[in-house]
């Protein structure tokens, strides 16, 4: 497919020469024979193909656009099934689409997230089968931060995704702990404002200090170790274990506070077989172990003051509830004496006195009915006796008269459809020597003895002569 490159526009020739070029006039077009007749007019269309390839081709050449850094917030972020991820750049004026393929994904430290301002490293580019020009970033970094920003956002986009910062992995704290574990530094002055915080708000707890470095290379380790001693250990004289940990430090810069975003430190403190709240730094200061904590606090003696209650509030909870324990009291009271009233005058009614009373008249009442209702049932069952007396005589006529006529059917019935009605009219009954029926002369030998039986009497005869008809 050619591309053509049509000339500037030339101010001193007639508009209509130049704004509808013939088809002969078109750039690039191999010239043709004259026409016999004349030459028709009309505009060069191209396809919707030629004019983003021109598009794409002339993007292409500005070198600006091959090499180029760009600043904004993200926009709508969308991933698709192969893995690519597709946003928008924007700012107060315009937008740009990005798309970052699966293979750069795989390089790049995080991930783009609406409302997050980045700087996005790629190329301007066309995409011809939707007709609209996008970035293709190949690097990706937060506006404004540094190399260790970027792995801190890397390491909390990793973690989290596999779901170490996840609400419901939260687990409540004691409300009233007895023994409360403590990960920080021996000698720092955290310990010492954590231990003031505790006397004062609730001195029933005891503390357990497992001291450990929380500034420097070596501290993630002394860190894991200290939180891997306070899960272990129990108080030999009581046997009970810390019911929660304070894991603490003072405030810093991010590198002093980097021990807290190492993936060891925050799989242990999420791993922590015990609530463990993460009080590292001022309240501005974000680490990944407030992430992976069952609570973050702002500092550490806030920490402190969330691991227990304040005995001022349990004593005003408990006289509120003492006053409600004595209102209940007096309720309880008044209702068993009301219930005692209650059985008192129950206990009158069953008096045996009274009881013995009362039988008497509710036995009385009963004969009466009782009475009543025998006089009452005798002379129905009188009258229904005379009646049945009157009309047995006559049933038991009827039904004798009826039994002798169906006897008399029957029994004329059952000579009609009897062999001995048949012998009547002059048949026989012919049996073999054995008893058996017959039928067929063809079944008799001469000479065989058979039974005539006939309508009085028998005869035993023996067989001269068999007829086939």
Same mark, same amino acid.
């Given at each position: ?14 508009? @209509? ?23 028709? /007019? ?21 070198? $600006? ?23 928008? !750049? ?16 795989? =390089? ?33 970094? &937060? ?10 956002? *890397? ?27 403590? *990960? ?10 954590? +231990?003031?915080?505790?006397? %004062?708000?609730?001195?029933? =707890? ?30 030999? *004289? ?22 807290? @975003?190492?993936?060891? #430190?925050? %799989? ?26 069952? /609570?973050?606090?702002?500092? &550490?003696?806030?920490? =402190?003051? !969330?691991?227990?209650? $304040?005995?001022?509030?349990?004593? #005003? ?7 409600? !324990?004595? *209102? ?23 008096? &045996? ?6 039988? %008497? ?11 009543? $209702? ?5 002379? +129905?069952? %009188? ?28 029994? $004329? ?28 002369? +063809? ?5 065989? !003895?058979?039974? #005539? ?17």
């Amino acid at each position: 497919m050619s591309h053509e490159r049509r000339p500037p526009i030339d101010p001193e020739r007639p508009w @209509n020469d130049w704004l509808r070029p013939t088809w002969d006039d078109a750039p690039g077009e191999p010239s043709r024979p004259a026409p016999t007749s004349a030459p028709a /007019l009309g505009p060069r269309i191209r396809s919707v193909a030629e004019v983003t390839r021109e598009i794409k081709d002339r993007l292409r050449a500005v070198p $600006a656009l091959r090499d180029l850094w760009v600043e904004g917030e993200v926009g709508q972020v969308s991933m698709s099934a192969a893995g690519h991820c597709y946003f928008t !750049l924007k700012d107060d004026r315009a937008q740009l689409r990005a798309v970052i393929f699966r293979d750069e994904r795989r =390089a790049i430290p995080f991930e783009p997230r609406t409302g997050l301002r980045i700087v996005a490293h790629g190329r301007v580019d066309v995409f011809e089968q939707q007709g609209h020009y996008q970035l293709y970033v190949d690097m990706l970094q &937060p506006a404004g931060l540094g190399d260790l920003a970027l792995r801190l956002e *890397a390491i909390k986009a990793r973690l989290a995704a596999e779901g170490l910062f996840e609400a419901a992995r939260k687990r409540p704290l004691p409300v009233w702990p007895r023994l409360i574990g403590v *990960a920080t530094s021996a000698q720092g002055a955290v310990i010492h404002d954590i +231990s003031r915080v505790l006397e %004062r708000r609730w001195p029933l =707890a005891r503390v357990v200090l497992s001291p450990c470095l929380v500034q420097g290379e070596a501290a993630p380790i002394s860190i894991v170790a200290a939180l891997r001693r306070l899960a272990a250990w129990r108080d030999p *004289a009581t046997g009970l274990r810390p019911e929660v940990v304070i894991l603490a430090r003072g405030g810093g810069s991010l590198e002093d506070l980097w021990p807290f @975003n190492d993936e060891r #430190v925050v %799989r242990a403190v999420a791993s922590h077989p015990v609530p463990v709240i993460s009080g590292v730094g001022h309240e501005t200061d974000v680490t990944l172990t407030d992430f992976a904590a069952d /609570l973050r606090a702002a500092t &550490p003696s806030v920490a =402190a003051e !969330l691991a227990v209650p $304040a005995r001022h509030d349990q004593a #005003v909870a408990l006289r509120a509830l003492r006053a409600r !324990l004595d *209102a209940g009291t007096q309720r309880s009271l008044r209702h068993a004496r009301d219930a005692v009233t209650a059985e008192g005058r129950a206990l009158d009614h069953l008096h &045996p006195a009274a009881v013995l009373a009362g039988e %008497r008249e509710r036995v009385g009442l009963l004969l009466d009915r009782a009475r009543v $209702a025998m006089d009452a049932r005798l002379g +129905s069952a %009188r009258t229904v006796l005379g009646r049945a007396g009157e009309r047995l005589p006559v049933a038991a006529r009827g039904r004798v008269v009826r039994a002798s006529t169906s006897l008399h059917a029957a029994r $004329a019935s059952l000579m009609a459809l009897g062999p001995y009605a048949t012998l009547e009219r002059g048949y026989a009954i012919v049996r073999d020597e054995r008893g058996g029926l017959l039928r067929d002369a +063809s079944t008799v030998a001469p000479g065989m !003895l058979v039974d #005539v039986r006939l309508a009085r009497g028998g005869l035993d005869a023996r067989v001269e002569h068999v007829r086939d008809s």
